[in-house]
């Protein structure tokens, strides 16, 4: 197992290591370490104990100094005993012990009896060092088959860490002398690639070569990516901000379909939360007009039949399908009623579309047809991050920022160029009907993190694409392709080109090594606009060459610089495309981009 220090470059260890998943003789295998013993369940290797109460903290010993997590931050975070929690798509679970009995593995080689088929295999880990280095290695997946591949696990820091891709960060650190808040506790979900189709037998784990830092699993598990599912609507959360409060009151939020299908689920998200959330109902309803549904609300269900659920903090959950026969191209109201206080809430900030909340106190209030029971309205979305529908061929994803997130276009009328796209595919029957997934992000970045992932915060522009790749797109329900249409906010925040680039390269190798079809698309001009001078410019062009020129990176280009430049001044939008700020394309721009794509471009086996 090799170390490496994290620093300023975790961001790319974190998310661009994970090796291909490709076979290996098992006499390779064999040559470079001793076979493991007889895979056991992972509770089984446990060997380290990671938690302890706060009133006898030197019960647990997690880093080799007597520091430890607290039981009572866990508890109030959600994570309990036992508590599944979805990380990334990931259905883990925490691990069913008491404070000051061991509750994870020191990675060394073990053999985990992991079983099944999936798009990916995660883990939820932590390094301990003295030094505040994480953690990496490379194990083994084996396959019913007899085959392997191999995969590279980095693990961050339980304490010096990144925020921005925690699974959860803990307020305080047990120590023997007392408990210190000075640094957060942090926990992480790593997924890495497993061979497509293939059933998995066991997993072998990272070897540990020394004393210079720890790798500790807690819960591992293979991600179901929803095969016979198609993404019909989705949004990436941006950030964790001040709402309401809200106290016994039901959002009734609004979304636009992309594929349509006989039966339908939900996704929901507690991102960046410090505490759970507890959702009492759910249903979802075609929208008549404003809050009112189109006939009675059909009730949502999760967890085995129960109208409610509890979202622990940093996790998501997965409805169960129900059946409602979705439409395609169409609005619907997916309501959620919060039966306590919510002071916060993760949110996509820049919806382009008026969604509904009910009267304080009022209660319940998802089975209603009418809208006479929701007074207010919101312009974002809390809490809602996908509704899949069974059936299809999968989905497109569009990771971009806010171009792709429909800022300029009208409000409410479904102009963003995913949208269009989206419609294009329904509308013909030569190549797969593709659902087409928007997770664009206002002012989001390939590089750089504008909302650091911790905190209440008025900065909604996301964590950076590489922190959010593994969520808001290689866990997306039936995803088969990304378009990647980032970077122009990155030269404008000063990032040079050739970091750009490198981030281009590293969406594109992670994407590959699950599988994906990645099309990148050119950065469109924005002269005029304050932000974008001629240095601005020159750096976008040198990222458009890199695009245009590179034969390999990418399996396909959409031009959109050449969709919607002004001929005679380049670094401008044509004025028919402008929304007039110079940089955001208008309703009629939009519509541009979306019509100009090829579709077969964005289908699996094609070329480039």
Excluded at 189 to 215: F, H, I, T
Excluded at 590 to 605: I, M, N, Q, T
Aim: with cysteine; net charge positive; aromatic share 4%.
């Amino acid at each position: 197992m090799h170390r490496r220090p994290m620093g300023t470059t975790l961001a790319l260890l974190l998310t661009a290591t994970a090796l291909s998943a490709t076979a290996l003789p098992a006499t390779a295998l064999a040559a470079t370490a001793p076979a493991p013993a007889r895979p056991l369940p992972l509770a089984r290797l446990f060997d380290n104990r990671a938690v302890s109460d706060d009133a006898r903290p030197g019960a647990a010993d997690f880093d080799g100094a007597g520091r430890s997590l607290s039981a009572q931050d866990l508890t109030a975070a959600g994570w309990a005993p036992g508590t599944r929690l979805t990380l990334d798509g990931a259905g883990l679970v925490w691990p069913r012990t008491a404070p000051g009995a061991p509750d994870n593995v020191v990675a060394n080689g073990q053999a985990v009896a992991l079983h099944g088929r999936g798009g990916a295999l995660t883990f939820l880990v932590a390094a301990t060092g003295p030094g505040g280095a994480g953690a990496t290695g490379t194990g083994t997946v084996r396959y019913r088959d007899g085959s392997r591949s191999r995969y590279a696990l980095a693990a961050p820091d339980w304490r010096t860490g990144p925020l921005s891709t925690t699974a959860v960060a803990l307020p305080h650190v047990n120590a023997p002398d007392g408990q210190s808040a000075r640094t957060p506790a942090r926990l992480y979900a790593v997924s890495v690639p497993v061979r497509a189709g293939r059933e998995v037998a066991s997993v072998v784990l990272p070897r540990d070569p020394g004393p210079a830092a720890d790798l500790h699993v807690f819960a591992a598990a293979l991600r179901d990516n929803g095969p016979g599912r198609t993404g019909s609507w989705a949004a990436s959360t941006a950030g964790y901000r001040a709402v309401g409060p809200w106290t016994d009151r039901t959002l009734r939020l609004v979304v636009h379909t992309g594929a349509g299908g006989p039966r339908v689920r939900i996704r929901l998200a507690n991102t960046f939360a410090a505490a759970p959330v507890d959702i009492a109902a759910a249903s979802v309803a075609v929208q008549d007009a404003g809050a009112a549904a189109r006939g009675a609300p059909v009730p949502l269900t999760f967890d085995g039949g129960h109208r409610g659920t509890r979202i622990p903090a940093g996790a998501q959950t997965v409805g169960e399908a129900v059946g409602f026969r979705v439409p395609a191209a169409t609005n619907l109201l997916v309501s959620l009623h919060l039966p306590g206080t919510v002071t916060a809430a993760p949110v996509h900030q820049e919806a382009a579309q008026v969604s509904y909340l009910s009267a304080p106190g009022s209660g319940d209030r998802t089975g209603d047809t009418g809208g006479a029971a929701y007074p207010e309205t919101l312009t974002f979305w809390p809490y809602l991050t996908g509704v899949d529908v069974d059936g299809g061929p999968g989905s497109v994803v569009a990771l971009g920022d806010s171009i792709t997130d429909g800022v300029k276009s009208t409000s409410g009328a479904n102009r963003r160029w995913p949208d269009v796209l989206a419609r294009r595919f329904q509308a013909q029957s030569a190549l797969p009907r593709y659902g087409v997934l928007d997770h664009g992000i206002s002012a989001n970045r390939i590089v750089t993190d504008r909302y650091q992932g911790d905190g209440v915060s008025t900065d909604m522009g996301g964590v950076s694409a590489q922190h959010r790749l593994e969520r808001d797109v290689l866990a997306q329900t039936g995803a088969r392709t990304v378009i990647v249409f980032e970077g122009i906010n990155d030269v404008r925040a000063g990032t040079p080109a050739d970091a750009v680039v490198a981030g281009l390269r590293a969406l594109a190798r992670r994407a590959h090594e699950r599988g994906l079809r990645v099309v990148a698309a050119t950065l469109t001009p924005c002269g005029g606009s304050p932000g974008c001078p001629t240095a601005v410019e020159a750096q976008r062009r040198s990222v458009n060459a890199f695009l245009r020129e590179d034969g390999g990176t990418f399996d396909a280009l959409l031009d959109f610089d050449a969709v919607l430049r002004d001929p005679h001044q380049p670094q401008r939008m044509l004025p028919a495309y402008d929304s007039g700020d110079h940089l955001h394309p208008g309703d009629a721009g939009l519509r541009a981009l979306g019509d100009s794509v090829d579709l077969r471009a964005l289908v699996p086996g094609r070329g480039r």
